[in-house]
C-alpha cells in the first residue's frame, strides 16, 4: 500500500536556501539584475569604445563590431567569475520547445602544471554544438551533423546559479552548417525584423518622427499547478507524460469559485516569494501573482517587455520554476491540461507594437476614431488575423493543448477577435464609409455608497472566452498553451501583421500617387479590410454551442486536432507569406511541420504505452485483488448468517464487470500500439481511463494505488 501523506513539515522546506541567498535583507530595487550582465554592469566592465559600440548594436539590433568582441568576452568572463562562475554555455531554443545548453569551463592549460581562465570573442560570438540529435523535421540528418549557436546580444547573458557554483548563459540562436533555423529564436528574431521595418514605413507615410526602431512587445502570463512532491513521485504519469492519466475529479473542486485570487496558502507563497526573488535577479520583471479558478492553480505575470527578452524570459521563469518548487517539497506542473475534468493551462500572451515614435501604437488613447495610426493597426490586425486563423492556430498546436482548446473552460480552437463595445462601433462608423466620428466613452462607474469616489470605467467591457481579445492597450492571444514556448505564436502575430501593414503601406503608396488626400485613401483602404474581415469579429460567449454554429456559418476554420491544424504550414500561401516577409523559408517550414508532427505523434505513444503498463501492472492488480477479497468475505458472510448477502452480490459484480472491461481496454490499447495507428492509441487512452476512473470510485481508497486528485490538488 502507498504512503499517504497527512502532516508535512514544511518549517525547513526552501529555509534554510533562503537564509544562504545574498538577497539577504535587500530590497528589491538593490538586487534586481543582479545576475544579468546588463547596460549598468557592461559600463563598468568595458572600455568607453567599447560600452558604446555594443549599447548602440543592441539598440538597432546589430550589426555587431567583430574587433570588440574579445574585450565584451574578457569582460563576462571576469564579471561572470567574480559571481562564482566556472563555466559557460550558449543558450538555445531548438524545436522541442525547450532550452538547451552545453557547458565548456572557462580553464585553458597554461604550460606550467596549472590553469588560466579564459574566454575569447570567438567563443562568445560562435559556438558549435553537435546538434544532429536536436528535432529538425529531417532538415539535419546525422552525417552533416554540423550547427551552429550565434550570439543574441539583443538579449543579455546571465548568470545561472548551481548548487556549489554558477554558469555564464548567453542567449543564442542555432543553425545548421548552410544557414537554416533550428530553432525558435531565429525566426522569432526575423519577425520582429519584418514587422518592425512594416511599422516604420507606416510611421513615415504618416508623417510620424522616427526617433527609435519600432519593436513588437510581449507579456506572458503563465499559468501553473503545484503539487505535493510525494505525490509526484507517486505518479509516473506525472512524471513521464505531465498529466494524470488516471483520476477521478474529486466532488468539490473549483464548482464555488472559491479558489480564484483567493488568499494564498503559506506554503504557496513561500514558492512565490522564492520565485519572484530568483526572477529578479534575473532581471525578469514578474509583477504579478495569483491564485487561478482550479484548486492548486495559479498564476504569474510579468510587466511586459521586448519580445526577444520577453520569450527568453518565459522560457527561464518555465525553468525557475520547477527549480523553486523543488525546494518546497513542490512540484510544479506546467502541462495544459494535468488533470481531466478541471481547468487546464494556459499562457496568455499580451502582445503590442512601440512604433518609431516610441509610442504604444495599440493604445486608443481618449480619441481612438481621431488616432490614424491605432485604427490602422487595428485594422491590419483584423485583416492578419481573418487571413491567417488557421496559421495562427497551427502556432498553438501540441498534443497537450488538444486536451484544452476547446474544452469548456479554454478559447475555442476557432479563432476570432474580441472588440469590444467602443471599438466595434468605430469600426461600424468606418465600414459605412465616412470615417469614424466619435468614440463611446466609458463614463463613470457609481458604487452606491456616498462615502466611495466614482472610479473612471473603461469603455468597453472584458470577455474572458475570446481566443483574441483586445485588451485595452494591447492584443491578448489566449489559446497559447501553459507549456509552450511563447516564440511560435509570436513569430505568427508578428509575420502576418506585418504581412498586412505590408499591403496596407504599399495602397496607401500607391493612393497618394493620384490623390494627395491622405486621410481618404487612409478611410477607403480601412473601409474595404473590415468589409472583407468584419467575420472575425465575435463579441459574444465564445463557449456556446451557439457560437460553434455561427462560425460555421461564418466560414471560420475550426481545427480542432494538432494534426489538422499542423497542415496549414504546408499551405502554399503560409509559404509565401513566410518567404515574403523573410521569416521562414519552405524548407524551414516544412522541417517544422514534420518535427512538429512527430512530436506529437511521440507524445500519443507514450502516453498509450504507459497508460496500457500502469493499468495493467499497478492499477488492475489491485482491483483483481479487491475482487478476490469481496468473494472471499461474501462467501464467509453467507456461510454464517445462512443468507444471501444480494447488495454484496451486486457489488462484486459491478467490481468484477469494471475489471473486466478495464482488462479489455488494456487489449484495445496494446493492439492499437502494435497497429500504430495514433487516432486508435488516443481513443484507447480515452476509453481505458474511463473504466479506470470508474474503478477508483468502486476500491476502496487506501488499496488504490495513486494518490487521488483531491489528495493532489488541495495542497496546504
Ligand atoms: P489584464 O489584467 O487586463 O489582462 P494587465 O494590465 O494586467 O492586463 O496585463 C496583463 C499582461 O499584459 C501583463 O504581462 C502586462 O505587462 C501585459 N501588457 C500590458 N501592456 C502591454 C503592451 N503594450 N504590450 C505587451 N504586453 C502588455
Ligand atoms: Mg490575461
Known amino acids: 500500500m502507498r504512503t499517504r501523506i497527512s502532516a508535512i513539515d514544511i518549517s525547513n522546506i526552501g529555509g534554510k536556501r533562503m537564509m544562504t541567498t545574498e538577497t539577504g535583507n535587500k530590497t528589491v530595487a538593490d538586487y534586481y539584475g543582479d545576475n544579468v550582465f546588463g547596460i ?232 512565490m516569494e522564492d520565485l519572484d526573488r530568483e526572477m529578479w535577479k534575473l532581471g525578469a520583471p514578474l509583477k504579478t501573482r495569483h491564485n487561478e479558478v482550479a484548486p492548486g492553480q495559479f498564476e504569474v505575470a510579468p510587466i511586459f517587455e521586448n519580445q526577444n527578452l520577453a520569450v527568453d524570459h518565459n522560457m527561464l521563469t518555465m525553468e525557475v520554476m520547477q527549480k523553486v518548487a523543488k525546494r518546497h517539497g513542490l512540484a510544479c506542473l506546467l502541462h495544459e491540461k494535468p488533470f481531466a475534468g478541471i481547468n487546464g493551462s494556459g499562457k496568455h500572451c499580451n502582445w503590442s507594437i512601440t512604433g518609431p515614435d516610441g509610442k504604444n501604437w495599440l493604445s486608443p488613447g481618449d480619441s481612438p476614431h481621431e488616432n490614424e495610426r ?158 472583407k474581415h468584419k467575420k472575425i469579429i465575435f463579441n459574444g460567449d465564445n463557449y456556446t454551442e451557439a457560437w460553434l454554429k455561427e462560425a460555421k456559418k461564418r466560414g471560420l476554420p475550426n481545427l480542432k486536432t494538432t494534426p489538422e491544424a499542423l497542415e496549414v504550414i504546408k499551405d502554399p500561401a503560409v509559404i509565401s507569406l513566410c518567404e515574403r516577409q523573410g521569416v521562414l523559408t519552405k524548407r524551414e517550414l516544412i522541417s517544422r511541420y514534420d518535427a512538429y508532427l512527430e512530436a506529437y505523434e511521440t507524445v500519443i505513444r507514450y502516453e498509450a504505452a504507459l497508460a496500457a503498463d500502469m493499468a495493467k501492472t499497478t492499477i488492475i492488480p489491485v482491483a483483481v485483488d479487491y475482487q478476490a477479497e469481496l468473494a472471499e468475505m461474501i462467501k464467509s458472510v453467507e456461510g454464517i448468517n445462512k443468507t444471501k448477502s444480494a447488495s454484496s452480490r451486486k457489488f462484486l459484480k459491478d467490481v468484477s464487470g469494471e475489471t473486466e472491461k478495464a482488462l479489455t481496454a488494456v487489449g484495445s490499447l496494446e493492439a492499437a500500439l502494435k497497429g500504430n495507428s495514433i487516432e486508435k492509441m488516443k481513443d484507447g487512452v480515452a476509453a481505458l481511463r474511463t473504466v479506470i476512473d470508474t474503478l477508483e470510485g468502486l476500491v476502496p481508497s487506501n488499496k488504490w494505488p495513486l494518490p487521488s486528485y483531491t489528495e493532489m490538488l488541495f495542497i496546504s
Open 40 to 271: 549598468k554592469v557592461m559600463r563598468n566592465y568595458l572600455s568607453e569604445k567599447a560600452f558604446k559600440s555594443l549599447s548602440e548594436a543592441i539598440k538597432n539590433n546589430g550589426p555587431l563590431d567583430r574587433s570588440i568582441a574579445d574585450e565584451v568576452a574578457e569582460a563576462m568572463k571576469n564579471w561572470a567569475v567574480a559571481k562564482g562562475a566556472t563555466h559557460y554555455t550558449h543558450w538555445f531554443q531548438p524545436l522541442t520547445g525547450l532550452t538547451a545548453e552545453k557547458h565548456d569551463s572557462f580553464i585553458e592549460l597554461d604550460g606550467e602544471g596549472g590553469v588560466i581562465l579564459e574566454f575569447s570573442g570567438d567563443a562568445l560570438i560562435q559556438g558549435e554544438p553537435d546538434a544532429s540529435s536536436f528535432p529538425s523535421g529531417g532538415l539535419r540528418p546525422t552525417f552533416e551533423a554540423r550547427g551552429y549557436t550565434g550570439w543574441d546580444p539583443t538579449s543579455p547573458a546571465f548568470i545561472k546559479e548551481g548548487p556549489n557554483a554558477t554558469t555564464l548563459c548567453i542567449p543564442t540562436y542555432f543553425v545548421g552548417w548552410n544557414g537554416v533555423s533550428l530553432d525558435k529564436k531565429t525566426p522569432l528574431l526575423r519577425s520582429m525584423k519584418a514587422i518592425s521595418k512594416q511599422v516604420s514605413r507606416l510611421a513615415k507615410l504618416l508623417g510620424i518622427k522616427i526617433t527609435q526602431n519600432a519593436f513588437s512587445t510581449l507579456g506572458g502570463e503563465q499559468e501553473y499547478f503545484l503539487i505535493d512532491r510525494e505525490y509526484y513521485h507517486q505518479r509516473i504519469d506525472l512524471i513521464q507524460t505531465g498529466r494524470t492519466l488516471f483520476g477521478k475529479p474529486p466532488a468539490k473542486h473549483q464548482q464555488m469559485a472559491d479558489h480564484y485570487f483567493g488568499a494564498i496558502k503559506e506554503r504557496v507563497m513561500g514558492f
Open 374 to 531: 491605432f485604427l490602422i493597426m487595428l485594422c491590419a490586425v483584423i485583416k492578419a488575423v481573418d487571413e491567417h486563423a488557421k496559421f495562427l492556430r497551427a502556432s498553438v498546436a501540441s498534443a497537450g493543448n488538444d486536451h484544452r482548446l476547446g474544452s469548456h473552460e479554454a478559447p475555442p480552437a476557432i479563432i476570432s477577435i474580441y472588440l469590444g463595445e467602443q471599438l466595434t462601433d468605430i469600426i461600424e462608423q468606418i465600414e459605412k464609409g465616412s470615417g469614424a466620428k466619435s468614440s463611446k466613452k466609458g463614463g463613470t462607474l457609481t458604487v452606491g455608497l456616498d462615502s466611495l469616489p466614482t472610479l473612471p470605467r473603461h469603455a468597453s467591457d472584458r470577455n474572458r472566452t475570446s481566443p483574441f481579445a483586445f485588451t485595452g492597450s494591447k492584443f491578448e492571444f489566449r489559446a497559447v498553451g501553459s507549456a509552450m514556448s511563447l516564440s511560435g505564436p509570436n513569430i505568427v502575430i508578428n509575420t502576418i501583421v506585418a504581412d498586412a501593414l505590408d499591403d496596407i503601406c504599399t495602397k496607401l503608396e500607391e493612393a497618394r500617387k493620384s490623390d494627395k488626400n491622405a486621410d481618404k485613401a487612409v478611410q477607403k483602404i480601412l473601409q474595404e479590410i473590415i468589409k
